[in-house]
């Protein structure tokens, strides 16, 4: 049975996080926010102190922790002023590195023990493309084998931290759709050096208002050359592999808004006992302080679904449903914390000053990403309850 | 290579500490409880030597009932090894008792060529520990200290006193109290973290040190704990703006010259 229970080193790593986090105060976050700037100083802190190291494996120089940990991570950072910017600056890296772990052959967890270190990072995932939507079997980037290496051409919409990262993973198809006999087969994970793609990616950000400071990007790759020693696992066998990495994303996603919905509460629930307008407290009335109940309490047992998506993850099970629903249920909860919140403060919610009209705008990204909700319900369906498959 | 014991105290976050509106007794419940600030000092200042020279760093800590995730962090900033006692006698104590006990804590951490604490404890401020253990042993003692250095196995202190700078120094072993301008303590890193899992917490009861209750019987014992109670006058000053200003600065030359 997974438990809730807080090991010491739980504790510690969280109150680690939380130390380092607090010396970036709101001002530092709102100035990012208005300048569309990458948190720079602060991942550079963070890669220093060796936190992108928390699921890498003690022997390439990681601490050898697993999904628990690192969400345990990403929620005390989105627990900040810094929100889901915070942690979705830095995020992709812990879902990452577990199909280099996993998959990856000594070529290319030669660079885990510098992810771990903090001198490479690997901040890029790169699945989504306009023509194929969430209908990930039907990507049609193509990787084409000559000799030793293999050539790709493709575009890609919507992949974020390109402009700060120095590896990606590129999910690109090594047999063209029409060619396979399940439609999932096919694809192959590659991993890129983007540090040596030169002129073969151009990178054009898609500016958005719901993550100002992390870029998300348009990525047109034209003839780009990766050695046939840095596909991740088997060639046509990449959608499979993506599991691991898409599982371990949804739980971290899941603790991030976890994180931001249990500080959210925090500030409104301060700021309902403070406010008196006709002359009582706004936290008096019901109609404030019950739907931040409500939101606490949807947080809790989507925190509940968390772990046990984790425990599962961490044990080698099985846990695409959980992880689903965790997902799934921690979005919903923290964007309702945040929506409330905004109501709590009134006029000052959606002020920049409070940051609280920032949380929103941010919590509404994970309603519709890494997967939409509608998509959970679509695998629940027909996964798990076992309902004619309707995509 | 010198061996460093490091004396740390587990005391409530008096930051936190609220007093109750009428007894203005402090309400405990409400804080949490911390290492005090300077033996974090002292801590970082033992950590720094040993990455210059080499040696060995323990810590030792006795409480009423100690919290061992706060001696875990300890070992998280790089201590090798804890050595602790938590008795409920120690819930009242005098600097007598304090390093009388922390001196048998010293003894089981083995041979040691300094002790570092904090100059005071954040909650009782009584500034005993470190000279009563410098007596305990009968080492030097060198206080206030804001630069340490250890060269040709001496000491060398600089101590900033109300009067000046004085610089000292002294054979080891020998006790050397902190205060927070000494250094600023390190957060522990996620690799310290995951190694302090491993480093050893060795915990003792009374008879394990050779101590019976009646040692722990303090002289002095506290009678009242009490906030002062600030009223405010609330003057209320009227008027054009100038007028405030001459107004506000006759009051603040009249209170200041009053003192
Ligand atoms: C800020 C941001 C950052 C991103 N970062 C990355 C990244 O780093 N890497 C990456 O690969 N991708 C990234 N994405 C892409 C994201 O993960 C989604 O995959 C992508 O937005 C989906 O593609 P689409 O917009 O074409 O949606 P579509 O597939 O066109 O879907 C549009 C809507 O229709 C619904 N829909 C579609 N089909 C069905 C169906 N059968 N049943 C019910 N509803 C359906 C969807 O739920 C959605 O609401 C990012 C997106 C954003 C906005």
């Known amino acids: 049975m997974y438990t809730q229970a807080q090991t010491e080193e739980h504790m510690m790593i969280r109150k680690a996080v939380r130390e380092l986090a607090s010396k970036y105060p709101p001002e530092y976050w709102r100035m990012k926010d208005e300048r569309r700037e990458y948190p720079e100083e602060f991942i550079r802190e963070l890669m220093r102190e060796g936190w992108m190291g928390v699921n890498i494996p003690a022997e390439y120089g990681g601490a050898g922790y697993k999904i628990t940990e690192a969400s345990i991570v990403l929620e005390e950072l989105s627990a900040t002023s810094g929100g889901l910017s915070a942690s979705g600056a830095a995020h992709a890296s812990f879902f990452n590195v577990t199909i280099l772990t996993k998959y990856g052959n000594e070529e290319c967890k030669k660079y885990l023990p510098k992810i771990a270190k903090g001198e ?56 063209p759709y029409s060619e396979v006999k399940r439609r999932t087969d096919g694809i192959t994970l590659f991993l890129v050096d983007l540090r040596k793609a030169n002129d073969s990616i151009t990178v054009r950000e898609i500016p958005n208002n719901v993550r100002r400071m992390v870029d998300t990007n348009e990525l047109i790759i034209e003839n780009l050359v990766v050695p046939e020693n840095h596909v991740i696992g088997e060639v046509g066998k990449g959608f499979y592999h993506l599991l691991e990495v898409v599982n371990a994303e949804r739980i971290e996603i899941a603790a991030e808004c976890i994180g931001l919905g249990r500080y959210v509460i925090s500030r409104a629930v301060e700021y309902a006992k403070n406010r008196v307008v006709f002359d009582r407290p706004i936290g008096m009335n019901q109609a404030i302080a019950h ?61 920049v000053e409070t940051d609280i009209e920032r949380f929103w705008r941010e919590s509404r990204l994970y309603i519709l990403a890494p997967i939409s909700q509608e998509m959970i319900l679509n695998y629940l369906s027909h996964n798990i309850l076992g309902l004619p498959k309707s995509y | 290579m010198p061996d460093i014991v490091v004396c740390v105290k587990q005391t409530v976050d008096v930051y936190q500490l609220k007093p109750h509106p009428e007894t203005l007794e402090p309400v405990f419940s409400q804080a949490q409880s911390k290492i005090s600030d300077f033996d974090l000092n002292a801590l970082e200042e033992a950590l720094r030597i040993r990455e210059k020279g080499g040696g060995r760093v323990s ?142 917490i060795h915990e003792y009861r009374l008879s394990d040190l050779g101590l019976t209750e009646e040692e722990l019987n303090p002289s002095v014992t506290l009678r009242e704990l009490k906030a002062l109670k600030v009223e405010r006058r609330r003057v209320k000053l009227e008027g054009k703006p100038e007028e405030l200003a001459e107004k506000l600065a006759d009051i603040l030359v009249r209170e200041a010259l009053a003192r």
């Not at chain 1, 968390?306 to 099970?317: E, F, I, M, Q, V």
């Not at chain 2, 008795?87 to 010293?106: E, F, I, M, N, W």
């Not at chain 2, 004085?166 to 995951?194: D, F, K, Q, Y």
């Open chain 2, 59 to 200: 810590v030792v800590s006795a409480g009423p009932s100690i919290n061992q995730l706060l001696i875990r962090e300890t070992l998280a900033m790089g201590a090798d090894e804890a050595h602790i006692i938590s008795h409920p006698l120690l819930s009242t104590y005098d600097g007598r008792v304090t390093a009388t006990v922390l001196s048998k804590l010293v003894e089981k951490a083995g041979r040691w060529d300094l002790i570092l604490c904090g100059e005071a404890s954040l909650d009782n401020s009584d500034y005993q520990t470190g000279p009563r253990l410098a007596e305990i042993f009968g080492v030097p003692h060198l206080a206030y200290v804001t630069k340490l250095e250890i060269s040709d196995g001496r000491l060398k202190a600089w101590k900033s006193m109300e009067d000046g700078l004085h610089v000292a120094s002294c054979s080891m072993p020998a006790v050397v109290t902190v205060g927070l301008e000494i250094n600023t303590p390190r957060l522990p890193s996620l690799l310290m973290i995951r190694a302090a899992t491993k480093k050893p």
């Open chain 1, 291 to 351: 739907p931040l109940a409500e939101a606490y309490m949807r947080l809790e047992a989507a925190d509940l679904m968390r772990y046990k998506a984790a425990h599962l993850y961490d044990s080698g099970l099985p846990c695409g449903a959980e992880a689903n629903m965790a997902k799934y249920l921690a979005a919903e909860a923290c964007y309702y914390a945040c929506d409330r919140a905004v109501q709590t403060l009134g006029g000052y919610g959606l002020s």
């Open chain 1, 120 to 175: 490479l990072r690997f901040q890029a995932l790169a699945i989504t493309e306009q023509s194929a939507g969430f209908d990930t079997p039907r990507i049609s980037t193509l990787a084409v084998k000559r000799g030793g290496e293999y050539v790709i051409n493709g575009r890609k919409v919507f992949i974020s931290r390109v402009k700060h990262s120095d590896l990606m993973l590129l999910v690109a198809r090594t047999t």
